[in-house]
T-cell receptor
Framework: AQKVTQAQTEISVVEKEDVTLDCVYE???????LFWYKQPPSGELVFLIR??????QNEISGRYSWNFQKSTSSFNFTITASQVVDSAVYFC??????????FGTGTRLKVLA | DTGVSQDPRHKITKRGQNVTFRCDPI?????LYWYRQTLGQGPEFLTY????????KSRLLSDRFSAERPKGSFSTLEIQRTEQGDSAMYLC???????????FGQGTRLTVV
């Protein structure tokens, strides 16, 4: 069965600290896609990144970086030098190449000034 | 604004009343989703349309819920005889065929009193 686990319910950091959000997934398929979405207080889920199961290369986009490790079924998200505007709920999601997205329960990140 | 649009943003209704929500997907996106999100949880899949065809309904979608997508454009989600347990954020998302990331609207927050 497919499942996404985000064990960290809430994280608080002080501005400029680095923070890593964990995501562990379960799937029987060899082809799948992983995603991170950001949900600010306005409610809209904002797409951040997609990674397919055949591409384990880490990715960096500005202050954001993602570490995908198939060996541990993890797809972790690091924000470097966090800012107050990064405060939001972050969701990891799994799609096994079908149309359905399975979301984790989210991690609420609070960045304190 | 070329994003996914949902209307209304907020709805307060009395138990037993019917409500209808509307979603306008991104132009040319032929895949459309409805998700439900309760407090502290990740979005849960409700239903999926490919063009005007409703291809799957979750078991979460009781017979009080109905969704339509006439002509494969906008979609409506109707809840009949609302119950307090229906209180949630209802999210609509769309994607283009072949791509795998979905783009979400800002949601409709339903409160049943």
């Amino acid at each position: 069965a497919q499942k996404v686990t985000q064990a960290q319910t809430e994280i608080s950091v002080v501005e400029k600290e680095d923070v890593t959000l964990d995501c562990v997934y379960e799937t029987r398929d060899t082809t799948y896609y992983l995603f991170w979405y950001k949900q600010p207080p306005s409610g809209e889920l904002v797409f951040l990144i997609r990674r397919n199961s055949f591409d384990e290369q880490n990715e960096i986009s500005g202050r954001y970086s993602w570490n995908f490790q198939k060996s541990t079924s993890s797809f972790n998200f690091t924000i470097t030098a966090s800012q107050v505007v990064d405060s939001a709920v972050y969701f990891c999601a799994l799609n096994e190449g079908t149309y359905k997205y399975i979301f984790g329960t989210g991690t609420r990140l609070k960045v304190l000034a | 604004d070329t994003g996914v649009s949902q209307d209304p943003r907020h709805k307060i209704t009395k138990r037993g009343q019917n409500v209808t929500f509307r979603c306008d997907p991104i132009s040319e996106h032929n895949r459309l989703y409805w998700y439900r999100q309760t407090l502290g949880q990740g979005p849960e899949f409700l239903t999926y349309f490919q063009n005007e065809a409703q291809l799957e309904k979750s078991r979460l979608l009781s017979d009080r819920f109905s969704a339509e997508r006439p002509k494969g454009s906008f979609s409506t989600l109707e809840i009949q005889r609302t119950e307090q347990g229906d209180s949630a954020m209802y999210l609509c998302a769309s994607r283009i065929g072949g791509a795998t990331e979905a783009f979400f609207g800002q949601g409709t927050r339903l409160t049943v009193v």
